[in-house]
């Protein structure tokens, strides 16, 4: 027998134990050093030490060869891209966007917001078509639709269709339907709530990227009007409506904001409403962006990587972006170690946040989930969409040539087979392709944060043992 290498270990010197985690199986436990020391060949002397060992066989921390580890982990990658349990489809409703904020070049610059196309009555009838014909073919227990823009809510004729029929199509085939909404904010009311939760509202999730401050700085309306104030008035309107998290878009010179904002938060009546707060780093695209305006005169698109449906919580969407292993991302400049400690205070504020281990592998390795952007056309995820050679097929017509070429691009993805023995990979599978294809010019190479897994894998041991008043599974 040997250590898995998807086993990682942390050490707990203040309760003379250690914290074993298996990436792959998901198992966890806490043991003394000497059950530990089995994982490095100690030999098994004892009943207990053999009943020990067999324990952390049966969880995964032990295989009998590298070959089991590297046939479970292709089991894994299976079993994510062709699991049936989930449809998940994205839609996107509109490119315009109320907003002008600074990091991006969609919404409302020039005359970009009037200039965004938009999801029409009959392209959205078409998806709720393609929608009932995916729930015949996939047939799942449970089907995830996530608006996104744009601004989804300056399409709400589209958005109330596209629930209605989705809706109804989940109900008569016995499938689970969830929707979630990513917005700003601005246009969200209890009357938007009312008309979605008949339909299977699981949650709203709105951008508040730091104090009143920092957010009307870096996301104000065209005029420079700051949105934080009606913002947080929508959110404790509609709060105990429907579930409410937070999202916000980290700024590498912004720390502070948050920190600001999640003491605000705390403070707030509709606290207790609040289901989840999480921060990604800001995905600074604007280098390449801007200068695709300058080169060719047309606004470039943001690339939105923001969470993509899916889950309870709303989606599985990663922050990895640039490479190496350095304290920052390359390429958003945040400090892996400042988003743990972010986390740190987000959790000691009294909100749930993602623990930064189980990050994946996300949306795209998964068949069954789908992004549609405003012409019906078909997207891998979100981060993809609105760029023509990046289309995998469409909702109402058979897939060009060229559709196909770039769907079977997306089949090949595997960028965590550059990435060795990390022990990561089955919670990373290489980072983000966007990240990738955007900042390395090619979505088959890994981003790497590893520092940022390693630094939350701590804190995960850590709480794990203050919540744990008994001593874990294969513990001596
Ligand atoms: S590739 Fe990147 S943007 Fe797309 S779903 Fe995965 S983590 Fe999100
Ligand atoms: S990208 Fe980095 S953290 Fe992710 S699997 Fe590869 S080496 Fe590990």
Sequence with gaps: MQPSRFTVRVPLPERDEVFLLNTLTDAQAIVSPDVAALLDGRAADTDAAASALQTLADHGFLVTSRDDDDR??????????????????????????????????????????????????????????????????????????????GEPLLNLPVLYRLAERAHVAARMRGVTFLINVITNGLLLSPEVVGRLVPFGLNGVKVTLDGDREAHDRARPLRGGQGTFDRIVANVAAVAGLCRISIGGNVAPDAIDGYQALLAFLAQQPFAPAISKVSFKPLIDTQGSARSAVSASGARARVIPLAPVGGGAEGGTCMTARGAGRASGCDSCGVDDLALDDLREQTKRAGFSTPDGVHMGPCEIHRAHAHTVGIEGELY????????????????????????RESARRFNRLAAYELCGDCAFVPVCAGGCAVASHHELGDMHAPTCHRRAFESALVTLARDTASSATEPREGAA
């Design 72 to 149: 479970a982990l292709a089991q894994h990658f299976s079993e994510v891209r062709h699991d049936r349990g989930e449809l998940r489809v994205t839609i996107l409703t509109t490119e315009q966007c109320n907003f002008a904020c600074g990091y991006c070049v969609q919404g409302d610059h020039g005359d970009a917001n009037a200039s965004g196309r938009k999801m029409s009555l009959e392209t959205a009838d078409a998806v709720a078509r393609w929608f009932a014909a995916q729930l015949d073919a996939v047939r799942p227990q449970r089907a995830v639709m996530t608006f996104f823009g």
């Design 380 to 403: 891998k995820c979100p981060g993809f969409s609105g760029e023509a050679t990046e289309v995998v097929g469409h909702i109402s017509r058979e897939a060009t040539v060229m559709e």
